[in-house]
T-cell receptor, first 114, second 112 residues
Framework: GESVGLHLPTLSVQEGDNSIINCAYSNSASDYFIWYKQESGKGPQFIIDIRSNMDKRQGQRVTVLLNKTVKHLSLQIAATQPGDSAVYFCAENMGPSNDYKLSFGAGTTVTVRA | EAQVTQNPRYLITVTGKKLTVTCSQNMNHEYMSWYRQDPGLGLRQIYYSMNVEVTDKGDVPEGYKVSRKEKRNFPLILESPSPNQTSLYFC???????????FGSGTRLTVV
């Protein structure tokens, strides 16, 4: 099975609310994680990343949290906007022996309600 | 503009007719990779390349070939396409180990 997966395939959120997208991974050797956003008809776009020696990293309106104990990753989007509607993927770097291999989850489709 | 360029964007072909999807990046990235995206399966890696003349298989390499003769180009070759290779394909590049890939806009391939 997949080593990276998302808890929910879809998420509907009211404009202005905060969004939380979850991801579970199974490879304890993974040391680097990335969140991507994919809009319709486009390729995945890098949002934010985090290394395994960190628990939290913040960007502009986004925060990634990493809980290595339970192998859980989350993406928080503050004040969700209509432009945030997209499919969100978490990706996992499988560790030193697989430096160039990113494993992706199936994605969560986020729909922002006006 | 820094980008990964794939061509063509859309392609319909018949079973068994060899085709090549081109990929080029202008960022001098060492690492390049091909992914396919199918509904419910996310992105799966087909092949990747760590540098010129260095390539390796990903998760789903069967039915595909790649080459890396130049740093900027990483074409994907389907010698004898089959309908199960109908998919959305993405090329991606990365500057170094441990950094996220930059993706191209995708090639939607239909094999009939």
């Amino acid at each position: 099975g997949e080593s990276v997966g998302l808890h929910l395939p879809t998420l509907s959120v009211q404009e202005g609310d905060n969004s939380i997208i979850n991801c579970a991974y199974s490879n304890s050797a993974s040391d680097y994680f990335i969140w991507y956003k994919q809009e319709s008809g486009k390729g995945p776009q890098f949002i934010i990343d985090i290394r395994s020696n960190m628990d939290k990293r913040q960007g502009q309106r986004v925060t990634v949290l990493l809980n290595k104990t339970v192998k859980h990753l989350s993406l928080q989007i503050a004040a969700t906007q209509p432009g945030d509607s997209a499919v969100y993927f978490c990706a996992e770097n499988m560790g030193p022996s697989n430096d160039y291999k990113l494993s992706f989850g199936a994605g969560t489709t986020v729909t922002v309600r006006a | 503009e820094a980008q990964v360029t794939q061509n063509p964007r859309y392609l319909i072909t018949v079973t068994g007719k060899k085709l090549t999807v081109t990929c080029s990046q202008n960022m001098n990235h060492e690492y390049m990779s091909w992914y396919r995206q199918d509904p419910g399966l996310g992105l799966r890696q087909i092949y990747y390349s760590m540098n010129v003349e260095v390539t390796d298989k990903g998760d789903v390499p069967e039915g595909y070939k790649v080459s890396r003769k130049e740093k900027r180009n990483f074409p994907l070759i389907l010698e004898s396409p089959s309908p199960n290779q109908t998919s959305l394909y993405f090329c991606a590049s990365s500057p170094s180990t441990g950094l996220g890939y930059t993706f191209g806009s995708g090639t939607r391939l239909t094999v009939v």
